[in-house]
């Protein structure tokens, strides 16, 4: 064992020798006046790679956003690569040798870069794949909110609370993704809970007609209520309705409630309030109380 470690650590010190020497022969035609030179040839591809972007971002974007800026970024960072290599050439450094000794560590890079790597490729199948685009409300790894910005190494959201969310790619990639304005139409409900006495057939009427005279709410498919139960001290409903999925989600909400409780009202069917009956332990009722309110009974 122990040869096995010296001729390992041979090697990595012959290694080490081997790219001081590259290092040394790439660097040994450094002139630091040529540095304006250097520096126009760098502002040149700087400009160049702006222009680039603003094009090709107006060429692609008219059909796919996403890959529109996607694109346009690639076509910049490699113009901006290439100029730098040049800017590097003028002042004497022979980047072909510089690049090769650098890439004995390569292997040590690429280990600590994996992270980085993996969100990379996550964000390259992000861009093929189209789970979501820009403005699309969604679901991503447990936050909520708007998708801004999709780039390689991240997604962007604008959470519903308002704060900001960077998302790392390859954490989007590996959970459930759910995109609520993917379809052209969303689904919403509204629970509602009604007296005994009432009629379930006059009161799944009157629900489904309520949901429809809620600004926004589609007639096709139409307004549609479900039984849930018999709770403790309602019959239990369900109403769901159909929009478009642009639309103000909870202002929906708000609307179908108030249509929903007018709609009773005007029918005189009671939205009862939860109840709770005591008993004495012979098993007589002491009172029947709703609930969060106080109980007064004689002893």
């Given amino acids: 064992m122990s040869g096995a470690w010296?001729?390992?650590?041979?090697?990595?010190?012959?290694?080490?020798?081997?790219?001081?020497?590259?290092?040394?022969?790439s660097v040994s035609g450094f002139d630091a006046g040529n540095w304006p030179a250097a520096l126009i040839v760098f502002g040149v591809a700087v400009v160049v790679a702006f222009a680039a972007k603003q094009i090709v971002h107006r060429l692609v974007a008219r059909h796919r956003e996403v890959l529109g800026r996607f694109l346009s970024r690639t076509v910049a960072a490699i113009v901006i690569t290439i100029g730098l290599i040049y800017s590097l050439s003028t002042l004497g450094i022979r980047v072909g040798v510089l690049l090769g000794a650098l890439g004995v560590g390569g292997f040590a890079l690429a280990f600590a870069m994996q992270d980085t790597l993996s969100n990379m490729i996550a964000g390259i199948i992000l861009q093929v794949r189209r789970p979501f685009t820009y403005s699309d409300k969604v679901s991503l790894n447990g936050y909520e909110g708007t998708v801004t910005d999709i780039n390689l190494r991240s997604v962007e959201m604008q959470l519903l609370s308002g704060e900001m969310a960077l998302i790392p790619?390859?954490?989007?990639?590996?959970?459930?993704?759910?995109?609520?304005?993917?379809r052209p139409t969303r689904r919403f409900s509204v629970d509602v809970g009604v007296s005994y006495d009432a009629d379930v057939d006059h009161v799944a009427r009157l629900l489904a007609d309520a949901m429809a005279t809620v600004d926004g709410v589609l007639d096709d498919p139409p307004p549609a209520v479900d039984f849930v139960g018999f709770g403790g001290s309602s019959i239990d409903f369900c109403v769901y309705g159909w929009f478009e999925a642009r639309h103000p989600y909870f202002d929906l909400r708000v609307a179908a409630a108030h249509a929903i409780q007018q709609q009773l009202a005007d029918a005189e069917i009671e939205i009862p309030f939860p109840i709770r009956t005591l008993m004495n332990p012979d098993g007589s009722a002491i009172a029947d109380a709703m609930a969060g309110r106080p109980v007064h009974a004689d002893r």
């Fill in 169 to 182: 790619s390859s954490a989007v990639l590996q959970n459930p993704i759910e995109n609520w304005t993917r």
């Fill in 6 to 25: 010296s001729m390992t650590a041979t090697t990595i010190a012959q290694a080490d020798a081997d790219v001081d020497v590259s290092v040394g022969e």
